[in-house]
């Protein structure tokens, strides 16, 4: 068999490809990031991370201008592109994943529910009668690309219905925390920006009916909903997470079409092939492109987006996202910021109330037999993931934001936030470490 001579830049970008592929990935991508920060924002160019936060950039001109700090073009901007492939993978799970029924939904929503109860009254009885009830929300949430990182370095020892579960917990817990920002977490109402923005994801809602599948469609009508939400007084991340359920789901060709026709055309470019090259033959090249377009059409714009965009959230949107945010200070006593009632709500919100949260109500399930056991999950393996699940980084920390208007409550937050999840990473590892392989999973 002729093997394939690799060109030079392939060897050299190899290994580099290999990093991006692994699950892990992301996660180390994301902790790199913050070290970077933390770094940056202490060093003796800090007040350079700061004045950088609020460089304006403005975009349009005269009435139609909009111009935001770098901040804020992060946070309200390239983080609606993340809660939009959020958006995508919630309706995957509903409609063909771990949430598409309620026997499959039951046990992850409940384990979610129970993990944000419990952080949100460990925080609230930390910061009772302080000002700062209202980072109740903060400690709620589930960074799932570090979660499942810390899984995937773990290697046989995580048996793949854990693993499962605990994706779905965390998407379970991305649609609580949306609704939270949307509920709780927002501005005073512009009722007509609000209106026109809805209409907007009415029209993209009606594209999909109609069997629009241009992604460009909903492309435009996404990014003008996205302006006039951000008007509203409703964050305007909800949009990408609304956009997300309007992108159509649906194949124009089934599995089966596609291999029929994908036979016809192969046997075709078997017959033609005479020992030339695709270049020199427009015969050929027909043909492969038709074979393309059977394949595209056997998939589903949601999964061609997702495919897409889950890069560049993974490798560039949550990268720039923590370098943003993830810079604290640490002027004066870190010892006595760490020891304010604000870091410890946050921070044992994480690292205690959402392992308490997820065991107790995923106990309480099975016991009370609403929901099956998990096979080949022990009570080891469930207090691992509830300790994982504390690793709150992402979400919390654009739920801080949102929650205080000062700096100074925030880099508290970020601060309990920090430690909270370092503890929770530490912990679930600890727990998960010292388990024994899994022979064979199939």
């Not at 160019?45 to 001109?61: C, E, I, K, P």
């Not at 390239?78 to 063909?96: N, P, S, T």
């Not at 007509?192 to 492309?219: I, K, S």
């Not at 909270?420 to 470490?433: E, H, Y």
């Amino acid at each position: 068999m002729r093997i394939k001579k690799q060109a030079p830049i392939e060897i050299i970008l190899s290994p580099f490809n290999r990093f991006f592929k692994t699950s892990a990935a992301g996660g180390l991508l994301l902790m790199a990031c913050t070290a970077a920060a933390m770094i940056w924002a202490n060093s003796p160019f800090g007040d350079s991370y700061a004045r950088l936060q609020d460089v304006h950039l403005t975009v349009g001109a005269g009435k139609s201008e909009l111009s935001l700090s770098l901040l804020h073009w992060v946070n309200d901007g390239l983080m609606a592109v993340f809660f939009f492939v959020v958006g995508l993978e919630i309706k995957r799970e509903i409609l063909a994943g771990e949430l598409s029924s309620a026997r499959k939904a039951l046990l992850p929503i409940a384990a979610a529910v129970g993990g944000m109860v419990v952080p949100a009254a460990v925080y609230l009885a930390f910061t009772w009668g302080t000002g700062n009830e209202r980072g109740w929300g903060v400690p709620m949430a589930t960074d799932i690309a570090f979660t499942l990182g810390v899984l995937s370095l773990l290697g046989r020892r995580i048996p793949a219905s854990l693993k499962v579960f605990l994706t779905a917990l965390a998407i379970a817990d991305d649609i609580g925390a949306v609704l939270i920002i949307a509920l709780f977490y927002g501005g005073q109402l512009n009722l007509p920006a609000l209106a026109l923005g809805l209409a907007l994801l009415a029209g993209m809602a009606g594209a999909n009916a109609l069997g629009v599948r241009r992604t460009v469609v909903y492309f435009l009508l996404g990014a003008a909903a996205w302006l006039c939400f951000y008007n509203s007084g409703v964050h305007a991340t909800v949009a990408g997470v609304l956009a997300a359920m309007t992108i159509p789901a649906r194949s124009r060709m089934g599995v089966g079409e596609m291999l029929e026709k994908s036979r016809r055309l192969l046997d075709q470019l078997k017959n033609e092939h005479h020992g030339g090259n695709m270049l020199g033959s427009d015969r050929l090249h027909k043909i492969v492109l038709t074979l393309r377009k059977a394949c595209q059409d056997a998939e589903t714009p949601l999964q061609r987006l997702d495919a897409r965009l889950h890069p560049w959230v993974a490798f560039a949107i949550m990268p720039v996202f923590a370098l943003a945010n993830g810079g604290v200070a640490l002027s004066g006593d870190v010892l006595s910021a760490l020891s304010s009632p604000l870091s410890l709500g946050v921070g044992l919100g994480l690292a205690l109330g959402k392992p308490v949260g997820v065991c107790l109500a995923t106990l309480a399930m099975i016991r009370l037999g609403l929901s099956p056991k998990l096979p080949g999950v022990t009570s080891r393996h469930l207090l691992g993931a509830g300790c994982l699940a504390g690793i709150g980084f992402t979400m919390s920390i654009f739920v801080a934001g949102l929650a205080f208007p000062g700096p100074q409550q925030t880099d508290l937050a970020k601060l309990g936030i920090l430690s909270g999840s370092l503890i929770s990473a530490l912990a679930g590892w600890a727990v998960l470490r010292g388990l024994p392989e899994i022979a064979d999973e199939s």
